[in-house]
RNA sequence: GGGUCGGUGGCAGAGUGGUCAAUUGCAUCAGACUGUAAAUCUGACGCCGCAAGGCUUCGGGGGUUCGACUCCCUCCCGGCCCA
């Protein structure tokens, strides 16, 4: 369920109950792909502020298996998280997998088959598989099977993907009524589903596949009684060149249900989730803070995250260009911390910032760890980023 | 003292007459990273130059050769063996 409790033009503010508790958006979820957030304890993430989080479908499935994330009682005790967790359904591995890479598998309108590069093994996964796993890992929200194309496919293979991912759209929530039946599942334990608008960079695709998806009914406006849950955005939010897609962010955001929940899967950069809440996306999930954190680069908030909605919001239609892209709209900048320019710096890596890392250590300390490349660098680095982002959600929350 | 093997760019270590400013690894200096095949990947890395290109290099000195990191002589230094 969710409920919009403010709005300020296109951006919102709101609440979702799921059966692990409550969320307020915008919200944004570290990725623990495989069960785990990189380097980063349980501890680790309850400290920085870490609530709901990303696994995902495919690579529990492969490791370590369903069979055994049932024997320990679903995802969240396996990982022992109590807090929600939502599971991408594989789609973006058939991105990151096959269609960078065909010869790692093959994608059929029935199925989708993974070829492990390592052992040969084949995997497969078609929608209904991918809907069946999500509810044996136990989590609150889940996303259909779509298929994610480059954006730089042209645009007949890029319309080829948003049928695709409709059709499974479908197929997906013909399975999800069955396994709520299937498991007698009650309407306060059900989790939310999700579904994927494809197209590309092309405005038209977008809010043809967004039309199709809501026909299924993702939303309490199109859908039945139970009220289905959110549209999420697929593939990439930027093109080639790393610029941010204003118009097809704001423009397909408007073709969605306001009562409906609105994830932007994979954004972003701190300026992009800032840009996109202010089109009125509720929900972010992306690697940047860990991976990054992990190879050395450090976010630092600026005046205390100041910045505007509106200030975006006026640059809605500009090319974001590089100058912007770099000094991260105003309100943050970076470092990276490999540069050795820190090796003699004793100030603190940031000091508006109060996590593990800020509160004990100076710049030249995680310098060293990260030239012994030492695990630690990486896990403190990873979790200041975290709480960067969680603080920067914590301010679009009050905007 | 005699014999023997060897001395290559910050380090390790290829190269054994021209295609060598010199493979590669490490170190160094930068960059990238957006629903995680990522503790990963790129690039630079003798000097000058934006570049084309030019200049000086493979322990020191000398020699052979059209041409030497590569062959010869000698000196210096190191390892090993014999006295």
């Known amino acids: 369920m969710f409920e919009i409790s403010a709005r300020k033009q296109t951006a919102r503010v709101g609440q979702i109950t799921t059966k692990n508790g409550e969320i307020k958006t915008p919200f944004f979820m570290p990725d623990a792909t495989r069960g785990f957030v990189k380097s980063l304890s349980g501890n680790d993430l309850e400290n920085v502020g870490v609530g709901p989080m990303v696994v995902n479908t495919y690579h529990l499935f492969l490791s370590p298996g369903m069979e055994l994330i049932r024997a320990a009682g679903g995802v969240h005790r396996f990982m022992n998280w109590s807090h929600p967790l939502l599971s991408d359904s594989g789609g973006f591995q058939i991105f990151s997998l096959i269609h960078k890479n065909p010869h ?51 645009r007949e293979r890029i319309a080829d993907s948003v049928e695709r ?3 499974w759209a479908e197929r997906c929530m013909i399975e999800y009524k069955k396994q709520l039946k299937l498991r007698n599942i009650e309407e306060k334990n059900r989790p939310l589903i999700f579904c994927v608008i494809q197209g590309g960079e092309y405005l038209d695709l977008r809010k043809h596949c967004a039309e199709e998806l809501i026909k299924i009914g993702f939303s309490a406006i199109g859908g039945p009684a139970l009220g289905w849950d959110g549209y999420g955005f697929g593939a ?164």
């Open 236 to 399: 990439r939010h930027v093109d080639a060149e790393g610029n941010f897609l204003a118009e097809v962010l704001r423009e397909t955001a408007s073709c969605i249900p306001k009562d409906a929940l609105r994830f932007a899967l994979g954004v972003g950069t701190p300026e992009d989730i800032v840009r996109c809440h202010s089109y009125g996306w509720d929900m972010f999930d992306c690697v940047i803070p860990t991976r990054e954190g992990r190879h050395g680069r450090i976010f630092l908030r600026k005046n205390n995250f100041q910045f505007s909605i509106s200030d975006f919001q006026s640059k809605l239609n500009d090319e974001i260009s590089t100058d912007q892209k770099n000094t991260g709209g105003g309100f943050y900048e970076t470092l990276n911390i490999n540069n050795g320019k820190f090796k003699e710096d004793f100030s603190v890596v940031d000091s508006q910032c109060d996590c593990e890392l800020c509160k004990n250590h100076t710049r030249s300390y995680l310098h060293h760890l990260f030239v012994s490349k030492d695990p630690l660098g990486m896990r403190l680095a990873a979790a200041h980023n975290l709480k960067f982002y969680m603080e920067l959600m914590n301010k679009l929350k009050k905007q």
């Open 104 to 154: 790692m598998g093959k994608i059929t309108e029935n199925e989708v088959v993974f070829k492990s590069p390592v052992n040969g093994a084949r995997n497969v996964l078609t929608p209904e598989k991918s809907i069946q796993i999500q509810f044996d890992l136990g989590v609150d929200m889940m996303v259909v099977l779509d298929d994610v194309p480059p954006n730089d496919y042209a």
């Open 165 to 167: 991912t409709i059709r």
